[in-house]
């Protein structure tokens, strides 16, 4: 039977990074992509019996691409530390490898959580990201900052699984706010020769509020939805905002030197 990789890409993850790796421990080897931890990601994973390969973080495409190279057989299995393999992917994968696979790569559905409660709406279910089970060789990730693209090196098409991972994305708002924070600086440079103004940021965020609350219907979400799609619309509008921010040259006026006066 063919083997396989599972990999995890981890930045400070010591709350998640145990539940990840666990729900991966059925591969062959386990490769956590860390970008220099401070907080025990690293001996958790380790004592898990991951093997941890250090990356230096200059973005996630580059990031996700190491992370192949540092992967030692045939197939591999994408997962993020804020996500969990399920025992229904699991067997899909382990009898799908061991037949004759119709696809070199495949696409795998994800079930979020949040707030209580599994998300049906906001554009969430069935959530795909790039694929995530692959054969090594067959697929190359583009090198983008953030929500990075990936590129086919198969002629044959992609599959799907039946099955879905689950994903857990935010422990707490804190959270929800610092990834919006993060991913709009990473995504400023998407925007690089591109006009832009903060009315057009406020048009952008404003659209990416409607798109994910209304035609998205994350309003079926309950106050989930809505905070989904109002950390969507902070995430756009930051990220124009920052961009417009980098064309300017804002300075703060010239100080005065002031000394006592003389009487």
């Known amino acids: 039977m063919p083997k396989i990789t599972a990999y995890i ?3 400070n993850e010591a709350a998640k990074i145990e539940a990840a790796v666990s729900s991966v421990l059925w591969a062959d080897e386990v490769v956590v992509a860390d970008s220099n931890s401070t907080d025990g990601t690293i001996a958790l994973a380790e004592a898990l019996g991951a093997r941890v390969v250090q990356v230096p973080f200059t973005g996630f495409g580059e990031l996700r691409n190491r992370a192949i ?12 530390s804020d996500e969990r393999c399920t025992a229904e992917v699991r067997d899909e994968v382990l009898v799908l490898i061991a037949g004759e696979p ?28 790039q694929p995530q089970l692959f054969r090594k060789g067959a697929m190359r990730y583009k090198p983008d900052p953030v929500h990075e693209g ?25 959270e929800v706010i610092r990834k919006m924070n993060r991913y709009s600086s990473l995504g400023t440079s998407k925007l690089t020769g591109k006009r832009v103004t903060m009315a057009g940021a406020f048009g952008h965020g404003l659209w990416s509020f409607i798109k994910h609350y209304i035609l998205k219907r994350g309003f079926k979400d309950g ?4 905070i989904i799609a109002f950390g969507n619309f902070e995430g756009t509008f930051y990220r124009y905002a920052k961009r417009y921010e980098e064309t300017q040259d804002w300075k703060p006026p010239v100080s005065e030197t002031l000394t006592r006066s003389k009487s």
């Open 9 to 11: 890409i981890a930045f």
């Open 69 to 80: 190279e540092a992967c030692h057989h045939e197939w591999i299995f994408s997962l993020d």
């Open 102 to 129: 119709a696809h070199d790569a495949y696409m795998v559905p994800r079930r979020s959580y949040m707030m209580g409660r599994w998300i049906t709406g906001s554009g969430w279910y069935p959530n795909y990201r």
């Open 150 to 174: 990936y590129e086919l090196l198969t002629a044959k098409p992609l599959g799907h699984l039946r099955n879905a991972i689950q994903q857990f994305p935010f422990r707490n708002m804190e």
């Open 223 to 226: 106050w989930a939805g809505f």
